[in-house]
Nanobody, 120 residues
Framework: QVQLVESGGGLVQPGGSLRLSCAAS????????MAWYRQAPGKQRELVAG???????DYADSVKGRFTISRDNAKNTVYLQMASLKPEDTAVYYC??????????????WGQGTQVTVSS
């Protein structure tokens, strides 16, 4: 059984910073791409940033230059460093990972979400 557990959300003032973490645990053979998504009230879930197993990254235009995604493969963990936060960044943030539990079976897993609120 595989689990993704996020941490690091909270309330921050505009212009502030937060770092989200997401750790994968369980019966893991290998982890491929990992990503962060977010969903604001009344809106669809959107991709924020992604990172391949080799460290290639991609970002939504709305967060480029402000957010940085990284991963520690030894810890099965992905991070999202968020800076210059804006009220429109307020959302529930979810991590996702493409995980193999053996050579044959690969599935996409999701964390439970962590709330980020940007407000003065």
């Amino acid at each position: 059984q595989v689990q993704l557990v996020e941490s690091g959300g909270g309330l921050v003032q505009p212009g502030g910073s937060l770092r989200l973490s997401c750790a994968a645990s369980g019966s893991i053979f290998s982890i491929g791409a990992m990503a962060w998504y977010r969903q604001a009230p009344g809106k669809q879930r959107e991709l924020v940033a992604g990172i391949t197993s080799g460290g290639i990254t991609d970002y939504a235009d709305s967060v480029k230059g402000r957010f940085t995604i990284s991963r520690d493969n030894a810890k099965n963990t992905v991070y999202l460093q968020m800076a210059s936060l804006k009220p429109e960044d307020t959302a529930v943030y979810y991590c996702s990972a493409s995980i193999r539990v053996n050579l044959i079976r690969r599935s996409d897993y999701w964390g439970q979400g962590t709330q980020v609120t940007v407000s003065s």
